[in-house]
Nanobody, 116 residues
Framework: QVQLVESGGGLAQPGGSLRLSCAAS????????MSWARQAPGKGLEWVSG????????YYADSVKGRFTISRDNAKNTVYLQMNSLGPEDMALYYC?????????WGQGTQVTVSS
């Protein structure tokens, strides 16, 4: 069964950085694109970023382009999201998911809070 465990969330200052990690198991990680999505309170799920099977192509929502970087380590079955220049608009529960634009499944999420 698919398991996705996000970690690395927490409190950041405006302009600060966090790196999220997602440990995957229960499927062939190297054969699947992966994504990050987020959900702010009272809002729908927003796709944030995606990466193809071998990491050769990455994709970003306009809202995070230039600030966030997605990467993966297939040997560790782990996908990362480096988040820089964080602002209040980035406050959300961040989910790791299997797939790119179509998200097949996702984990429990890790909370990102941005506050002065």
């Amino acid at each position: 069964q698919v398991q996705l465990v996000e970690s690395g969330g927490g409190l950041a200052q405006p302009g600060g950085s966090l790196r999220l990690s997602c440990a995957a198991s229960g499927f062939t990680f190297s054969r699947n694109g992966m994504s990050w999505a987020r959900q702010a309170p009272g809002k729908g799920l927003e796709w944030v970023s995606g990466i193809d099977k071998d990491g050769s192509d990455t994709y970003y929502a306009d809202s995070v382009k230039g600030r966030f970087t997605i990467s993966r380590d297939n040997a560790k079955n782990t996908v990362y999201l480096q988040m820089n220049s964080l602002g209040p608009e980035d406050m959300a529960l961040y989910y790791c998911a299997v797939g790119l634009r179509t998200l097949v499944s996702w984990g429990q999420g890790t909370q990102v809070t941005v506050s002065s």
